[in-house]
């Protein structure tokens, strides 16, 4: 992935706080921002490529809701090592899509990605092997989780995986606030100062809507899923895998 710049976009205190958007400025930073904000961002992406080269079966689709830029595509395009199969990269921001399709096309790709712009609500998922939600559940809706999750579960084969990483909050409020606090002090280290954190976080505020762990384990086995495990904490980030 190239075209890296960096995200200024809360730095300036004169410009009004707006709710947050998946619009042209942020894709054309978003690479900056995610590997920035997120803690061990780049390890649930490599992982997520190792996951593809043991789960993902010969001639199944992979689908990763909410791609964005297609960091995780990619890892799944490069760890696949099953035969025929092919990759669905849904979005429903033209603007990610458009800078995905442009950075991925000179590579060359033994699985092929396509880049589909639909609300992942709408995807009818099918056929399936493995499934990644990269931080994209806490975007939709809460009323509309299950309804995706439901979906997910009856297109993956019996042997299927979904990826599930999300940002989590923490029912003890001391506990909350310490790992509030732990990934704010990231972001710091990171190069973001207080006054674009505490403006990052408003734009958010009911945008990404964050769940406890238990209410994520709790929906993946009302959606039909047999078992969750967490394979990675890094303060208030996790990622969990699930199989029917
Ligand atoms: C935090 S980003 C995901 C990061 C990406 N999965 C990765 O690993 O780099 C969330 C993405 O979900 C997309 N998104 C949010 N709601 C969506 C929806 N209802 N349908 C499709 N895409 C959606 C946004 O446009 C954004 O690109």
């Not at 619009?23 to 904000?37: C, E, K, L």
């Not at 579960?153 to 989590?168: A, D, F, Y």
């Not at 408003?202 to 762990?213: C, G, M, N, R, Y």
Request: charged fraction near 20%; hydrophobic fraction near 40%; charge should be neutral.
């Amino acid at each position: 992935m190239s075209d890296i710049y960096r995200d200024n976009i809360y730095r300036n205190p004169d410009q009004p706080t707006t709710e947050f958007v998946f619009d042209r400025q942020v894709a054309r930073v978003f690479s900056d921002m995610i590997h920035r904000s997120v803690p061990g961002y780049s390890t649930v992406i490599n992982m997520i490529g190792v996951l593809a080269g043991e789960y993902v079966q010969s001639g199944s689709v992979c689908y990763d809701l909410g791609c964005s830029l297609g960091a995780s595509s990619l890892a799944l395009a490069q760890g696949i090592t099953a035969k025929e199969c092919r990759i669905v990269a849904v979005d429903n921001s033209p603007e990610m899509l458009e800078q995905a399709g442009r950075q991925t096309s000179q590579l060359a790709l033994s699985t092929p990605i396509e880049w589909l712009c639909a609300d992942v609500l709408d995807v009818q998922i099918g056929n399936a092997s493995m499934v990644v939600l990269n931080f994209t559940l806490q975007f939709i809706p809460p009323h509309a989780r299950l309804q995706l999750l439901t979906n997910i579960r009856k297109g993956l084969r019996p042997q299927g995986l979904l990826v599930l990483s999300e940002k989590i909050t923490f029912q003890d409020p001391g506990q909350d606030r310490l790992q509030i606090e732990m990934h704010h002090a990231f972001k710091r280290a990171n190069g973001y100062n207080d006054l674009e954190i505490s403006r990052k976080r408003s734009a958010l505020e009911k945008v990404l809507i964050p769940e406890t762990l238990e209410t994520h384990r709790t929906r993946l086995a009302e959606a039909g899923f047999g078992r969750t495990d967490l394979w990675f904490q890094c303060f208030n980030f996790v990622s969990l895998v699930a199989r029917p």
